[in-house]
């Protein structure tokens, strides 16, 4: 190897000496200054900031404490109790079904102890959800009516009105605020339902009334059936333009075009059953809306 070709790489000029000890001095002070300066800079206080991050911390313990709570469990009538609540509360399909078809002869459960000779259910979930039940005001008075009956037997059922059943179509405001449990706002609600329709045609649309709870239902029952007037117009479903289809409350626009089509399609719709074969119809209110329709 011919190292006097190598060594002619290790000749500086004095500028090149200079300068190699220049970067190498650099160096030394830049890693002396690295190890030996404190960098950390100083945090600026903001009171903004301190209160952010204060409430954030009450935010945070409320969530915690939130999370932590039970959720609140509310008192019910356990003769309105549904296929849905009596499993969360632990029931069989059986036991729920007694009580369903005990429900249907329009018989009403009036202690905790009737409760379970319907549905048969064990002591132990009886004692779990006893304390829940919720019985109308005379039935927790049951007792106590019984004493003054002799009193007031005269004076409560001598007399016992008869109940006069209306006309849901032609009831008015004032009407419908006689039931208990509706006020001014359900009451506008059901007649604005009644308006959106043109008429109520079974007393079954009562469930689709937003903020109706069962028991109201059940007196709207008692008091009221849906008589159809004779002047009401139904909707010629084989002739019905599409926009008047898509204004139909039971109808969206993509099912109204599909009816269309199928019209276009297949001929006639002859009755309720061709109605329901159209992708998207609502099957279960198909009898209700059957009584809207002229085929």
């Not at 830049?30 to 009171?47: C, G, H, I, M, N």
């Not at 009644?194 to 937003?210: A, H, P, R, T, Y």
């Not at 059936?225 to 117009?233: L, Q, Y």
């Amino acid at each position: 190897m011919n190292f006097k070709a190598f060594t002619k790489y290790l000749k500086f000029t004095n500028h090149q000496r200079t300068g190699i000890f220049l970067l190498f001095g650099t160096i030394i002070i830049l890693q002396a200054v690295y190890f030996f300066v404190d960098f950390t800079l100083l945090e600026k206080s903001f009171p903004e900031n301190e209160q952010w991050m204060s409430l954030q911390s009450e935010i945070d313990a409320m969530k915690f404490t939130k999370s932590n709570e039970k959720p609140k469990v509310y008192s019910f009538n356990p003769n309105f109790i549904t296929d849905y609540k009596g499993y969360k509360l632990g029931m069989s399909l059986q036991e729920i079904d007694r009580l369903l078809s005990f429900r249907k002869e329009n018989k009403y459960v009036s202690s905790a102890k009737e409760f379970q000779e319907i549905t048969k259910i064990s002591d132990s979930l009886l004692n779990a959800i006893s304390p829940l039940f919720k019985f109308p005001d005379w039935v927790q008075n049951k007792s106590g009516f019984k004493t003054e009956r002799k009193e007031f037997v005269k004076k409560e059922f001598a007399k016992k009105e008869k109940i006069v059943v209306l006309d849901i179509n032609q009831a008015s405001q004032e009407d419908l605020v006689k039931i208990y449990g509706i006020g001014e706002a359900l009451s506008i609600r059901i007649l604005k339902q009644k308006e959106i329709l043109g008429c109520f045609v079974s007393m079954e649309q009562m469930n689709d009334v937003w903020g109706l709870s069962p028991e109201v239902i059940y007196e709207l029952n008692t008091h009221f059936k849906a008589v159809i007037p004779s002047t009401f117009k139904k909707i010629a479903i084989n002739e019905a333009p599409l926009k008047e289809l898509s204004q139909f409350s039971y109808f969206r626009y993509a099912l109204a075009k599909q009816i269309v089509i199928y019209r276009s399609m297949n001929g006639n719709i002859n009755n309720i059953e061709d109605l329901s074969k159209i992708k998207g119809f609502p099957v279960d209110k198909a009898k209700i809306i059957s009584l809207y329709l002229e085929f």
